[in-house]
């Protein structure tokens, strides 16, 4: 891997993560079309390293929110109940919805990582995303915020991003696309998003550190991985940025047309190259 695919990928990566047009069907999609062959013994500690710099940017855009969860926490269990106070109960709703996540990855992790090998099937799941950006926005209510959230809403969400295993299903456009049908506004469907990305992020990448341990990392791949999960880090916070401020006003209709145009494209160009 050269360090310009490096910093390509990485804010490939930082800005397909929080952008609801899927990082995993970039990551795959834009190596194919450019063809690039990058070595498997360096495309995974890529993957792993460069996705936990999208854990920076979520950190420090949500800290306020994240620490108010820490503290709701904290002081819910001083007096008997840390699901006791609103920070405390969005704590707990993310972990309910990363519940279905844990499973699905414990569960189907074998199969979900053959569907990385096929750039023909991920352009097929790509219009996924776009239909169901299409179903939030057509039938969301978007009356409700964050404080109404309920047990069945944080599973539902939880049940979208277990879908977003799959490369094509984008994370954040799975989990905004359901929010919004569960009546959430735009904006808090999206900062839940957000906020259950941590853990999301944080426990994926556990587990990937566990296999590159056991793989190995070529020392020539350090210094590239690491300006790639740089780039990232600055992509990913621009993405969330823009899209924080775009769903206050905007539809997400223009995401999905996105992905269902990259999807049929990607598509009608593995056609014409067989």
Wanted: glycine share 10%; proline share 5%.
């Amino acid at each position: 891997m050269t360090w310009l695919q490096a910093v390509v990928l990485g804010i490939v990566q930082g800005l397909s993560e929080y952008l609801p047009i899927s990082s995993s069907a970039h990551l795959v999609l834009v190596p194919w079309l450019l063809g690039w062959r990058i070595d498997e013994r360096i495309a995974f500690p890529f993957d792993v390293l460069v996705q936990w710099g999208t854990l920076i940017p979520v950190l420090a855009y949500f800290r306020r929110e994240l620490l108010e969860i820490l503290r709701g926490w904290w002081e819910g269990t001083r007096n008997g109940s840390p699901f006791a106070t609103p920070g405390g109960r969005l704590g707990g709703w993310v972990i309910v919805a990363t519940l279905p996540a844990v499973v699905a990855g414990l569960l189907f992790k074998k199969p979900v990582e053959a569907v990385f090998l096929q750039p023909t099937l991920t352009a097929a799941l790509l219009s996924g995303t776009a239909a169901l950006l299409w179903w939030g926005e057509r039938f969301g209510q978007r009356e409700r915020d964050l404080g109404g959230l309920t047990l069945g809403d944080a599973l539902a969400i939880g049940l979208a991003q277990a879908l977003s295993l799959l490369p094509g299903i984008s994370r954040s456009g799975a989990t905004i696309a359901v929010g919004l049908v569960r009546g959430l506004q735009r904006s808090d469907a999206a900062r839940f998003s957000f906020l259950l990305s941590v853990p999301a992020l944080l426990g994926a990448g556990l587990v990937a550190l566990k296999d590159l341990y056991e793989i190995g990392l070529p020392p020539q791949a350090l210094g590239p991985i690491l300006m790639g999960a740089l780039a990232a880090a600055l992509s990913g916070y621009l993405a969330i940025w823009g899209l924080m401020r775009l769903v206050r006003w905007r539809s997400l209709m223009p995401f999905a047309l996105y992905c269902l145009l990259v999807s049929l494209s990607m598509l009608l160009l593995a056609a014409f190259r067989s």
